[in-house]
């Protein structure tokens, strides 16, 4: 069973950056099939960040040229580093698999765009 941890986020002005990290314990772990997920105050959770099982990025449009997806499977280590943040990218980030599964979601990190 993983398990999965979200960190780094935080409180940042628009324009800036933050570094989401996604630390992953227990048995088979992959980066590949994994994705970011964010869900903002009175929204549906969504997909803005995946690696597909093909090792290939892909991202929602409304991210796409700010964030980036990455990971380590050595280190059971998944990122996203976020620049050009706006305030719309404000919510709570999650990892888990693509499509998700129901017992991996952990209790995320909030993300704050604010001046």
């Known amino acids: 069973q993983v398990q999965l941890v979200e960190s780094g986020g935080g409180l940042v002005q628009p324009g800036g950056s933050l570094r989401l990290s996604c630390a992953a314990s227990?048995?088979?772990?992959?980066?590949?099939?994994m994705g970011w997920y964010r869900q903002a105050p009175g929204k549906q959770r969504e997909l803005v960040a995946t690696?597909?099982?093909?090792?290939?990025?892909n991202y929602a449009d409304s991210v796409t040229g700010r964030f980036t997806i990455s990971g380590d499977n050595a280190k059971n280590m998944l990122y996203l580093q976020m620049n050009s943040l706006k305030p719309e990218d404000t919510a709570v980030y999650y990892c888990?698999?693509?499509?998700?599964?129901?017992?991996?979601w952990g209790q995320g990190t909030q993300v704050t765009v604010s001046s």
């Open positions: 227990g048995s088979g772990f992959s980066i590949y099939g």
């Open positions: 690696i597909t099982t093909r090792k290939t990025a």
């Open positions: 888990n698999k693509d499509p998700p599964w129901k017992n991996y």
